[in-house]
C-alpha cells in the first residue's frame, strides 16, 4: 500500500513539473481557422483535434517532445516544444491531398475519413454526385429530375428517404408524411459546389441522430468561406445546359461570406422533352462574433419544374409499341420549391465547455403528376395521380458538451435536445387526367407533426479503448384534421421511444482502429397511417451492431472491412402513389461492408467499395421471405488523377447486381455496370472539361418495379419489370473562370 500511494505521489509530481497542456491554433495562409486538423505528439503519440475556432489543447507534453500539425489538403508541419506557457499559432499551407496525413485516431466517427478524401481528391460538382460520395450508396431516377432519386444502402429500397437521416448544415431533409411517400428527401436544392464535406454513418448507433437512422445518416457540410470567386458554363448533349456562380462577399480571417446561384435546363433523353428547369440561390455567412462566439447564417432558395415520361412496362418496348426512351403517358411530371432560413451559434463556455444550437425554417411546395398503372383501375380516363401540398417546418437544436478528467479516463459528456414541428397545408392525393383535370380527391387534408428529441452521451477514452455509451428519447404528436370526413376533427395520436447505443473502439496504434457498434434506431410512420390504425406501429425500430476495423496497412493505403446485422421491426409504411397502408413484418439484414483507398503515385489515387447484403422477411415461408428490389451485391471504383501540370481526370466504374422485384423472386430487376469518365486541364484560373456518363452507351435500367398495369387494348393486366430507362452516352463540357 505504501508503495502504491508512492507512485501515485510520483505520477503527481511529474505530471505537475514535467508534462503540461499545450495550447494553441491551427490557420490557414488567410488566417482563416481550420477545424480538424490533427496534432500528434509523436514522442507520446498522444493527439488531439482543432475545433470549430480553430484552437486545440494537447495534454500531457513535455519540454522538446515533437509535435506534427496536419490536415488533408494541407502540408504537415512540426515543431519541438521549446516553452509551454506561450500559446501556439500554427500556419498550415495548401498542397496536394496525402495519405501520409491520414491518422487513424481515437475518434467515434474514423470512417469520415473515406469522404473526406474522396471529396478532396474528386470535388462533387453534379446533383447526383452528392449521395454517390456515401460508400456503399446508390441512387436512381425514376421521374424526371425533378423528383427526388431513389436509394439503396445496407440492402434497404429506401425508395426516396424512408431508411436513411440525410440533412445539411443540420437542416432536415427528409419530409416527414410527405404527399409522395414517408421520408421524402429531395436534395436538389444544394449547389454541389458548396459541398465541403460529407459527413456519414451506416446504422443507428448516434445518439444525435434521431428519425430515419435505421441504415444510416448523412449530413452534408457546405463551405465556409470560397478560395476564389468562380463563373462555371457547361454545355451538353439532349440541350442541356448549366451556369454557376459563387462569389466572395467578404473573405477575411474573421468573417465570411459568400453567395452561389446555378441555373441548369435539360431537355434530356426521353422521346417527349423533359422541359426540365431548376434555379438555385444560395447565401452563407460565418463569422467570429468574439473570441469564443461563431455565428453562422444560411438563406437559399430553390424552384424546379419538369415533364417526365415516368415508368415504362418491359412488353410495350418489345413489341415496338415505344422505344426505350418512350412514353405510355408523357403528361407526367411536376414542380417543387423550397425556401430555407438557418441560423448557427455556437460558443465556448471555458476551455472544457462548449454550446452548440441552431434554429431553422423552411417553407416548401410539392405537387406531381405520375401513372404507374395506364389503364389498370379507370380504362376510360387513366390512372394517373397527382400529388401536392404546402409545408411549413421549424425546429431547433441544442447540444451541450463538456470535458472531464478522472484518473486514466478522459473524455467528453453531451447532452442535446431538438424540436422540429411539420405542417403540411393541402397534403392531397388525387385521381386527374391529362394533368390538367382532377376526377377525384382520394386522400385530402392538415397534417400536424411534432418531434421533440434528447439524448445524453459520452465518449470516455482509457489508454487505447474509447468507450461511446448513449441514450436517446423521442415523443412524437402526429395530429391530422381530414378534409373529406365532411366535418371538422382532429385525429390524434402520441407515442414516444427510447433508443439506447453503445460504440466501443480500440486503437491499436495511429494506423488501426477495432470497432464493435450496436444500437437501436426508428424510422416513423405517415400521419394518415397512425391515426388509421389507431396508434398501432407508429414507431418500428430497427436493432442493429457493426464490427470492424479501418487500417492503414502502408502510408498510402486505407481499408475498412465491417461485418453487419440488422433487425427491422415493421417495414411498415404509407405507399403515397396508391393511397394505402403496407406492413410488411419483421425483416431481418446482415453483411459486409468493404472499403479501399490508395494513393499510387502523388497524382494518381485508387478507390473501391463492395458491399454485400442478405436481407429476408421473417414471418414469410422461404420461398416467399424476398424483399423486393434488396440489392445482395454492389461494387463502385476507380482511378482519380490530379497531376501538378493542370491536368485532371478520372474513371468510375459501378456496378448494381440483379435483384429480387417481388416477394417469390419470380420477377428480376435486371442489374448493370455503368462507366464514367472526365478528363480536364487548369491553366492558370482557367479550367477545362469534359464529362462523359455512360463511356460504353450501355442499355441500362436505373430504377425497375414489378407493377400491375394495363395498356390500351388488353384484355387482363399483367405484372412485369416497369422500368426507367438509364442515361445513354453524354458528353458534357464544362469551363470554369477563377478569380
Not at 389498370?376 to 417546418?393: A, H, V
Not at 382520394?442 to 482509457?462: H, P, R, S, V
Request: aromatic share 12%; charged share 20%; net charge negative.
Amino acid at each position: 500500500m505504501k508503495l502504491f500511494f508512492s507512485s501515485l505521489l510520483f505520477l503527481f509530481l511529474y505530471s505537475s513539473l514535467y508534462a503540461q497542456t499545450l495550447l494553441g491554433s491551427v490557420v490557414n495562409q488567410n488566417q482563416q481557422v481550420l477545424k480538424e486538423a490533427t496534432i500528434l505528439n509523436k514522442t507520446t503519440n498522444e493527439h488531439t483535434h482543432t475545433n470549430t475556432y480553430g484552437s486545440f489543447n494537447l495534454k500531457n507534453v513535455s519540454v522538446g517532445d515533437i509535435i506534427k500539425f496536419s490536415r488533408l489538403g494541407y502540408r504537415s508541419e512540426e515543431l519541438i516544444v521549446k516553452d509551454l506557457n506561450s500559446p501556439l499559432a500554427i500556419v498550415l499551407f495548401p498542397e496536394s491531398i496525402n495519405l501520409d496525413e491520414v491518422i487513424i485516431a481515437s475518434e467515434v466517427n474514423t470512417l469520415q475519413l473515406i469522404t473526406d478524401i474522396d471529396t478532396q481528391i474528386n470535388p462533387v460538382d453534379s446533383s447526383q454526385d452528392i449521395l454517390r460520395k456515401v460508400p456503399g450508396l446508390f441512387i436512381g431516377q425514376h421521374a424526371g429530375g425533378g423528383k427526388a432519386e431513389q436509394i439503396f444502402l445496407r440492402g434497404f429500397d429506401i425508395d426516396h428517404g424512408t431508411d436513411i437521416n440525410l440533412t445539411v448544415d443540420g437542416l432536415p431533409v427528409n419530409m416527414v408524411s410527405h404527399a409522395h411517400g414517408q421520408g421524402y428527401a429531395d436534395l436538389h436544392f444544394v449547389i454541389p459546389e458548396t459541398i465541403d464535406k460529407v459527413d456519414f454513418g451506416k446504422g443507428g448507433y448516434y445518439e444525435d441522430k434521431g428519425n430515419f437512422a435505421t441504415a444510416g445518416y448523412v449530413d452534408f457540410k457546405t463551405k465556409e468561406n470560397l478560395d476564389t470567386s468562380m463563373i462555371k458554363l457547361e454545355a451538353g448533349q439532349f440541350d442541356t445546359y448549366r451556369i454557376l456562380g459563387m462569389f466572395n462577399i467578404i473573405n477575411t480571417a474573421q468573417h465570411n461570406a459568400y453567395i452561389a446561384s446555378e441555373y441548369l435546363s435539360t431537355d434530356s433523353f426521353f422521346d417527349s422533352p423533359q422541359n426540365f428547369n431548376r434555379t438555385n440561390i444560395f447565401g452563407k455567412y460565418t463569422g467570429f462574433v468574439t473570441k469564443s462566439d461563431k455565428l453562422g447564417v444560411i438563406i437559399s432558395n430553390f424552384d424546379s419544374k419538369w415533364d417526365a415520361s415516368g415508368q415504362i412496362p418491359q412488353r410495350a418496348v418489345d413489341s415496338g409499341l415505344i422505344s426505350r426512351f418512350g412514353a405510355i403517358d408523357d403528361t407526367e411530371g411536376g414542380n417543387t420549391s423550397r425556401i430555407n432560413f438557418l441560423v448557427n451559434y455556437d460558443k465556448i463556455i471555458d476551455r472544457k465547455s462548449t454550446l452548440k444550437n441552431s434554429v431553422y425554417w423552411s417553407e416548401y411546395d410539392f405537387e406531381l403528376y405520375s401513372n404507374f398503372t395506364f389503364l389498370l383501375e379507370d380504362p376510360i380516363n387513366g390512372d394517373q395521380i397527382r400529388q401536392k401540398e404546402g409545408r411549413t417546418i421549424f425546429g431547433l437544436n441544442s447540444e451541450y458538451q463538456k470535458a472531464f478528467s478522472v484518473h486514466k479516463l478522459e473524455g467528453t459528456w453531451q447532452a442535446g435536445i431538438s424540436l422540429r414541428n411539420d405542417q403540411s397545408k393541402d397534403n392531397e392525393l388525387s385521381r386527374s387526367r391529362n394533368r390538367i383535370e382532377t376526377l377525384e380527391q382520394i386522400q385530402f387534408g392538415d397534417i400536424n407533426e411534432t418531434n421533440f428529441g434528447a439524448y445524453l452521451g459520452a465518449n470516455i477514452k482509457f489508454n487505447k479503448w474509447t468507450f461511446n455509451p448513449s441514450i436517446r428519447v423521442d415523443y412524437f404528436d402526429f395530429q391530422y384534421n381530414d378534409a373529406l370526413l365532411g366535418v371538422y376533427q382532429t385525429q390524434e395520436e402520441t407515442e414516444a421511444i427510447v433508443s439506447p447505443k453503445l460504440n466501443v473502439f480500440y486503437n491499436v496504434s495511429n494506423e488501426l482502429q477495432m470497432y464493435i457498434k450496436a444500437g437501436k434506431g426508428f424510422h416513423s410512420n405517415d400521419t394518415r397511417v397512425v391515426v388509421a390504425r389507431e396508434g398501432k406501429t407508429i414507431l418500428p425500430s430497427a436493432l442493429g451492431s457493426d464490427i470492424g476495423f479501418v487500417w492503414k496497412p502502408t502510408s498510402k493505403m486505407l481499408f475498412n472491412l465491417a461485418y453487419w446485422y440488422l433487425h427491422l421491426e415493421q417495414e411498415f409504411v404509407y405507399v403515397g402513389d396508391a393511397g394505402i397502408v403496407e406492413p410488411s413484418g419483421e425483416t431481418r439484414r446482415q453483411g459486409i461492408d468493404f472499403s479501399y483507398r490508395y494513393q499510387v503515385f502523388p497524382w494518381m489515387f485508387c478507390n473501391l467499395d463492395a458491399n454485400y447484403t442478405h436481407a429476408r422477411s421473417i414471418d414469410e415461408p422461404s420461398d416467399a421471405d424476398y424483399i423486393p428490389l434488396a440489392a445482395d451485391f454492389t461494387l463502385m471504383g476507380g482511378v482519380n488523377i490530379l497531376h501538378k501540370s493542370g491536368f485532371f481526370g478520372s474513371v468510375n466504374v459501378r456496378h448494381l447486381n440483379d435483384r429480387p422485384a417481388n416477394e417469390d423472386n419470380s420477377i428480376v430487376a435486371e442489374g448493370y455496370t455503368i462507366t464514367d469518365m472526365n478528363v480536364g486541364y487548369k491553366l492558370g484560373k482557367i479550367s477545362l472539361g469534359i464529362q462523359i456518363q455512360n463511356l460504353f452507351d450501355q442499355d441500362w435500367n436505373e430504377t425497375q418495379f414489378a407493377t400491375e398495369s394495363r395498356l390500351s387494348g388488353e384484355p387482363e393486366s399483367v405484372e412485369e419489370i416497369h422500368f426507367t430507362p438509364g442515361t445513354p452516352f453524354f458528353l458534357r463540357t464544362t469551363v470554369q473562370y477563377n478569380f
